[in-house]
């Protein structure tokens, strides 16, 4: 497995609000890029298209609260693949944010997705404390 994670950003939230943000996926369209088409999500599930790519689903595989979210690959996709949101508590009312993204790549395609897929984790968690900001 091919691991990329995004950078660590400090949120002015308690880790609670980010967890409970994160743990329904009708949240996350409010995180994606223009690039990003066709959204269905449920409260356990999304499917999207990325524009010049590849269609992909998720779905929550595990849940530890206010800590960490699992999330496995759900349906058509080109590859096998786990997210983890990391949550960290700096004090009662600021966190972290962290992503892993975990998938089954061959060597070409970890060469062409790699730093794609870097900048798209980084930009969900910045996306994430711009909204989360927007909101305090």
């Known amino acids: 497995m091919t691991r990329i ?6 949120i002015r939230k308690p880790q609670h609000e980010i967890y409970t943000f994160l743990s329904d996926f009708n949240n996350f369209k409010d995180l ?14 999304c499917s999207f298209n990325i524009k010049g790519m590849a269609s992909l689903g998720m ?7 206010d800590s960490q979210i699992r ?18 508590k700096t004090d ?7 992503l892993e993204f975990d998938a089954d790549l061959n060597p070409m395609l ?17 996306k994430y404390k711009e909204l989360a900001e927007q909101s305090a």
């Not at 994670?5 to 400090?10: F, G």
């Not at 999330?71 to 786990?82: H, L, S, T, W």
């Not at 009662?92 to 962290?98: E, F, G, R, V």
């Not at 794609?116 to 910045?126: A, D, E, K």
């Open 110 to 126: 970890k060469m062409l997705a790699e730093k794609p897929l870097t900048n798209f984790l980084n930009m969900l968690v910045n």
């Open 92 to 98: 009662d009312a600021n966190s972290t944010l962290k």
């Open 59 to 65: 779905a929550y595989e595990t849940k530890t609260p």
């Open 71 to 88: 999330i496995r690959r759900n349906g058509k996709a080109p590859f096998d693949f786990f997210l983890t949101c990391h949550i960290g």
């Open 5 to 10: 994670e995004s950078e660590q950003v400090s």
């Open 32 to 45: 994606m890029p223009d690039q990003v088409g066709d959204w269905v999500s449920d409260s356990e599930s």
